[in-house]
């Protein structure tokens, strides 16, 4: 169904709202023609952390953003909210809006969600895009290590209540003087108005429970993860590094047989919005390297 965007938004982007597996989302799509792109979210981020992205795909491909359950306009997630869930959410999604095969891109805590998507409907996912992201199991655990430099912020949204309690009233503050600066490394990436949009969403009530739920499920799913990985990903994978350099692929090359790796020099983890040009460049050679083999 066609709706009215409730915040942010580009030319040529429909917005749009979907029920599926017990909740409703909210996606972008855009473009007319070519093969099929889910664009997958991070955290602390929405499908507006792809929008200088979408115009350089929508080109040549049918694009669409999704806004995972608990993140920007779809519905709230409760305090059981898994990966597992969420997973299946997107599953839903391809088969009810008919995408599949479909190019299946997901970056940052989507990377376990967007693997279980390709790992469990292989038949769905034309390939697997990893954008600065890891997987549990295979060291994406190692981030939430405060004494060996993991991010602080990962215990605090994985502890039941602990984000309502902290951040409740403070969303912009904690987006805007440490999350966004702390992992970007492109002075000036984030505009006014891209900190408004982000700052709008979490400013939900209970708009931290979809990203709680993900980082919860990171530190406890890594033999569930181990187990789907005993068979390989048999569609071709890219795996695209910025700011963590070689972590993306390092985890990649380990659950699938056929990879490629880009790196993005001088970034830091939000590509889309550092280097939407280089990482469009790079996501379109990929797609179309692969859409010439069907």
């Known amino acids: 169904m066609n709706v009215r965007p409730s915040g942010s938004t580009v030319p040529g982007v429909d917005h749009h709202r979907v029920s599926v597996n017990g909740t409703e989302l909210h996606y972008v799509s855009a473009g007319t023609a070519g093969s099929p792109v889910l664009l997958v979210h991070g955290f602390p981020e929405t499908w507006w952390v792809f929008h200088r992205l979408i115009p350089l795909l929508s080109g040549r491909h049918r694009v669409f953003a999704v806004d995972l359950r608990g993140f920007g306009d779809s519905a709230t997630a409760d305090a059981e909210h898994t990966g597992a869930t969420a997973a299946e959410d997107l599953i839903e999604l391809i088969e009810r809006l008919d995408l599949g095969p479909v190019h299946v891109t997901g970056q940052d805590i989507s990377g376990p969600t967007t693997f279980r998507v390709a790992a469990t409907r ?110 390989k990903l048999g569609m071709p994978v890219l795996a695209v590094g910025g700011g963590s350099g070689e972590f993306t692929s390092a985890a990649m090359r380990q659950v699938a047989t056929d990879v490629s790796t880009v790196l993005l020099e001088g970034i830091g983890h939000y590509a889309a919005l550092e280097a939407p040009d280089r990482l469009a460049d790079a996501l379109m050679s990929f797609y179309k390297e692969v859409d010439s083999t069907e």
């Open 122 to 231: 292989p038949e769905l996912v034309r390939s697997y895009g990893a954008i600065e992201t890891g997987l549990p199991g295979f060291g994406l655990e190692t981030l939430a290590d405060v004494t060996h430099g993991g991010a602080w912020h990962i215990g605090l949204l994985a502890a039941p209540g602990i984000p309502e309690m902290l951040l409740t009233g403070r969303e912009r503050a904690f987006l805007a003087e440490y999350t966004f600066p702390a992992l970007c490394g492109t002075p000036d990436t984030f505009t006014g108005d891209d900190i408004d949009e982000f700052a709008r969403s979490y400013a939900r009530t209970g708009a931290f429970a979809g990203a709680s739920g993900l980082y919860r499920s990171m530190l406890t799913e890594g033999d569930e993860i181990r187990a789907l990985a005993t068979r």
